[in-house]
């Protein structure tokens, strides 16, 4: 089992950055494949971005990509979602995710262990 908490949330401009971070409890963090989702009021949880467990792949929604990056910290059990040129479409609820040698899924069903989310709200 593993446990997800969630940080680094706030409220921006937008074009300003955020780093979310997720600490984990697990000892065996690094064989588990993390990502992120989020969820905007009155729309679906999406998928944001994932780090495979082996950290060798990464995979980024569409609407992400070149502006957030993943990157992991095995040693302090820690993985980080850097968020630059933030949107007000980026305000959401964001969630970390996990699940042990899980693929880079792009699914809400491809992770078992979620956070309990932290809140990003970036303003026009």
């Known amino acids: 089992q593993v446990q997800l908490v969630e940080s680094g949330g706030g409220l921006v401009q937008a074009g300003g950055s955020l780093r979310l971070s997720c600490a984990a409890s697990?000892?065996?963090?690094?064989?588990?494949?993390m990502g992120w989702f989020r969820q905007a009021p009155g729309k679906e949880r999406e998928f944001v971005a994932a780090?495979?467990?082996?950290?060798?792949?990464?995979s980024y929604a569409d609407s992400v990509k070149g502006r957030f990056t993943m990157s992991r910290d095995n040693a302090k059990n820690t993985m980080y979602l850097q968020m630059n040129t933030l949107k007000p479409e980026d305000t959401a609820v964001y969630y970390c995710?996990?699940?042990?040698?899980?693929?880079?899924?792009?699914?809400?069903?491809?992770?078992?262990?979620w956070g309990q989310g932290t809140q990003v709200t970036v303003s026009s």
């Open positions: 995710v996990a699940r042990f040698q899980g693929p880079l899924g792009t699914s809400r069903y491809d992770y078992n262990y």
């Open positions: 780090i495979r467990w082996s950290g060798d792949r990464t």
């Open positions: 697990g000892r065996t963090f690094s064989s588990y494949t």
